[in-house]
């Protein structure tokens, strides 16, 4: 079979059929919850869609037209399965992949979303933090790399207590720990060297800053009517984490309109620098009038998961949209929306679901179950949305109906005790 390959997204106002036509073929790198919801839309739109990940049974495998089971840090093997494929776009959904590969496929005429530097620069703190602070200009906390519990042990003390170590490469708070002080310094280096989404011995240690909300700035690269280029920011989102890890996210965010403004200031600084096609989640905080920059992913993002109820083509359905070459009008309308994270309780096998019909009775809730194949505690296995008259009953509602489902979850012992540490 000849290779099928684009030099990036290309606008189209045609799409074939999928498996016996000459629909876009998209590879998913990553199978999970937001893989899922991509591989919906983009099969909505006409889409052929293959799932990658690290392990069977993964939620968008499930949807998928194909799907194979392949570690993505293991570069030869991704080349091999990229040539086979021939897939149109390569669309990252995980931080386990091998970067440079990616690099290496689109200089060879593969199309990466958004693109291969943008994935690489987005995926590795380092390279992100000093793309916002030298090119984009974007205010950031106080921040240093280090190698090495005696380097770590200096820069938190320079920084001063209380202040965070993070992971190189990580997501949704893995390898990060807030350190009150120097007795912490030493366990909380290896959490971050070790417990990331990538081992790496360069961690970073950014100043705690005292925030009055933590937002997501949804920022769309995508053409318009007239095929031209185009940014549209969506209304912010606040979340909370009560630990390290996404808990629960609304929209749209109250704020003032002069830090909104601020807010897509940033976001559009920062989304320009990295350039491409696609979704990106703008991670920023908010301290008074002042905004500034943290982290932003390639992809659709965790807290994104609200704009399922809060807008009428939710983030899903956005990025395919764009990667697909087609013509986005935007920002649309919000309504009061709040998403809750529904969490296993214990490690186990094919995880078991109660509590629905008292989760679901009352009006404006739904309820998303991942379909992940294993439970361990913690581990995000759903999501309860749900829409209301003001972003505080939303927020109630969207609570109530996960703690529902939550409190009646079985998981079976086959399996059990040697769980390999899906996300």
Not at 72 to 87: H, I, Q, S
Not at 329 to 357: C, D, K, M, Y
Request: charged share 25%.
């Amino acid at each position: 079979m000849p290779e099928r390959r684009r030099a990036g997204v290309v606008f189209r106002d045609r799409i074939g059929t999928p498996l016996v036509g000459d629909a876009p073929k998209l590879m998913l790198l990553g199978s999970g919850e937001l893989g899922r919801e991509i591989a919906i839309e983009a099969m909505r739109l006409g889409a052929e869609v293959i799932a990658v990940d690290r392990y069977a049974g993964a939620p968008a495998m499930q949807v998928a037209h194909r799907h194979h089971v392949l570690p993505m840090t293991d570069g030869a093997g991704l080349r091999a399965l990229v040539r086979r494929e021939c897939p149109d776009l390569l669309v990252p959904e995980i931080e386990q992949i091998d970067t440079a590969e990616l690099l290496r496929l689109e200089a060879d005429g593969w199309t990466v979303i958004p693109t291969a530097e943008a994935t690489r620069a987005t995926m590795d703190r380092e390279r992100i933090r000093r793309l916002a602070v030298e090119q984009a200009r974007v205010p950031t906390s106080r921040f240093e790399f280090v190698e090495g519990p005696e380097e770590a042990t200096k820069a938190a003390q320079r920084i001063g207590f209380p202040c965070l170590f993070k992971a190189i490469t990580s997501s949704s708070g893995h390898g990060m720990t807030l350190v009150r002080g120097p007795d912490a310094v030493a366990s909380a280096y290896q959490e971050a060297a070790e417990r990331g989404r990538v081992a790496n011995p360069r961690i970073m240690i950014e100043e705690f800053l005292r925030f009055d909300l933590e937002v997501t700035l949804l920022t769309l690269r995508h053409f318009d009517r007239a095929g031209r280029p185009a940014t549209t920011i969506m209304a912010p989102i606040g979340h909370a984490r009560p630990g390290t890890l996404y808990h629960e996210s609304w929209q749209p965010a109250d704020l003032p309109g002069a830090v909104v403004d601020r807010l897509d200031g940033i976001a559009r600084a920062v989304t320009d620098q990295l350039g491409g096609i696609g979704l990106y989640g703008v991670e920023c905080f908010v301290r008074g009038a002042d905004v500034f920059f943290s982290e932003v992913s390639p992809r659709p993002h965790d807290t994104g998961l609200v704009t399922l109820g809060s807008q009428w083509n939710s983030e899903f359905a956005l990025h395919a949209r764009a990667i697909l070459g087609l013509p986005f009008e935007g920002p649309e309308p919000t309504v009061p929306a709040a998403a809750h994270v529904i969490l296993g309780g214990r490690a186990g096998a094919a995880p078991n679901f109660g509590g629905l019909s008292a989760a679901l009775g009352p009006s404006g809730v739904r309820l998303y179950l991942f379909g992940k194949p294993e439970s361990y505690p913690d581990r995000r296995l759903g999501v309860a949305v749900a829409r209301g008259a003001s972003i505080a009953e939303a927020r109630e509602l969207a609570a109530g109906a996960a703690h529902r489902v939550e409190g009646s979850i079985n998981v079976s012992s086959a399996g059990a005790g040697a769980l390999p540490t899906h996300r």
